[in-house]
């Protein structure tokens, strides 16, 4: 370490400058990053089964059948932008989730299962709730 940093770091804890941060704000910064990684992946799921419920309703296997019209028509019609958002909040969860707790040391292929595994489980929620409140069968 430099010595003239090292002088100043001394001087300050001396001269009670150095403050400790109390224990609650450690833990709403912990909080904090929990809460935000959740909701990215909410937000992630929510636009891949954004996307999965419009390219259900284009039914591609019907124009794909159609030859060359439908393979345009289905090109058209694809929601692009969905795709590109859920996309990008999904690389945005791998980018967080090695940041939050102790994720940093877990290797790359955890990390990934891990992100794409909840992204699953969330759309899959999200899809069978979409599809109960469709039907109108509640499970209450």
């Known amino acids: 370490m430099n010595s003239k940093l090292e002088k100043k770091i001394m001087a ?6 150095v403050r400790m941060k109390p224990k609650w704000w450690f833990r709403i910064i912990k909080d904090g990053q929990i809460l935000f990684l959740s909701s990215v992946f909410v937000i992630s799921s929510l636009f891949v089964a954004s996307c999965l419920y419009f390219i259900g309703l284009i ?3 019907w124009l794909l059948k159609m ?3 439908g393979r345009e028509v289905l090109l058209e019609n694809l929601p692009y932008l969905l795709i590109l958002s859920a996309l990008i909040t999904i690389f945005f969860a791998f980018s967080i989730y090695p940041k939050v707790g102790d994720n940093y040391k877990k290797q790359k292929l955890q990390i990934s299962l891990f992100v794409f595994t909840t992204i699953i489980v ?9 599809l109960m409140l469709e039907s109108g069968h509640f499970l209450f």
Do not use: E, Q, Y
């Open 67 to 69: 030859g060359d019209i």
């Open 59 to 61: 039914n591609p296997p």
């Open 122 to 130: 969330l759309t899959i929620v999200l899809t069978s709730l979409r």
């Open 12 to 17: 300050k804890i001396k001269k009670n400058g």
